[in-house]
């Protein structure tokens, strides 16, 4: 079965500090991808970014860092010096068997200045 | 970036009305979705399509029905919309079938129905 799981339901910081947002996945495919989206108070959904599940070096894009460790079943979300636009709701997703995409329940962060 | 579109942003509707969410994308994508959200919780997949006159139920059932005429359209349909369906409708589009491609969303329809 697959499944995403996001235990932090939300999330207060205040600004300019690190904040991490935790996602740990189940799977029995060998080949899986990750992705993270952010929600915006606007409502879409916008694509953040995607890892396959060979590729476990970590990446750092901004103020954006991911880190995906398989031995714990987890792809986790670093955001540095936090500002308020980044307030909103982050889902991690996992991408298995037959294409389908699999959505954890979100953490919604809030940025206080 | 992604095109695509939903209309209307924002529907309050009475309770037995007919009615159709638009959703539309620009990126000539074969697949779309559409997913149901409450507030505060996760997404839930009610139909799917691979291309042109293809439609799925997802996981979530749903009275909604759809239908898959043109590659860019994708509309959803209530017959009788009832309070239960209150929520915000998302469509989502994907052009391949490898699971690296993301979904890339619209911007959702608020749905109010009393």
């Known amino acids: 079965a697959q499944k995403v799981t996001q235990a932090q339901t939300e999330i207060s910081v205040v600004e300019k500090e690190d904040v991490t947002l935790d996602c740990v996945y189940e799977?029995?495919?060998?080949?899986?991808?990750l992705f993270w989206y952010k929600q915006p108070p606007s409502g879409e959904l916008v694509f953040l970014i995607r890892r396959n599940s060979f590729d476990e070096q970590n990446e750092i894009s901004g103020r954006y860092s991911w880190n995906f460790q398989k031995s714990t079943s987890s792809f986790n979300f670093t955001i540095t010096a936090s500002q308020v636009v980044d307030s909103a709701v982050y889902f991690c997703?996992?991408?298995?068997?037959?294409?389908?995409?699999?959505f954890g329940t979100g953490t919604s962060l809030t940025v206080i200045p | 970036e992604a095109d695509i579109y939903q209309t209307p942003r924002y529907l309050v509707i009475g309770t037995g009305k007919k009615i159709t969410l638009e959703c539309s994308q620009t990126m000539g994508h074969d697949k779309m979705y559409w997913y149901q959200q409450d507030p505060g919780m996760e997404l839930h997949l009610i139909h799917y399509s691979y291309g042109v006159n293809s439609t799925e139920k997802g996981d979530l059932s749903s009275e909604s029905t759809v239908s898959r005429i043109r590659t860019e359209h994708f509309p959803l349909t209530l017959e009788s919309a009832r309070p239960s369906h209150t929520s915000q409708y998302l469509c989502?589009?994907?052009?391949?079938?490898?699971?690296?491609?993301?979904?890339?969303f619209g911007p959702g329809t608020r749905l109010l129905v009393l």
């Open positions: 997703a996992l991408s298995g068997t037959g294409n389908q995409f699999y």
């Open positions: 989502a589009s994907s052009d391949s079938w490898m699971l690296s491609v993301p979904q890339y």
């Open positions: 799977t029995r495919d060998t080949t899986y991808y």
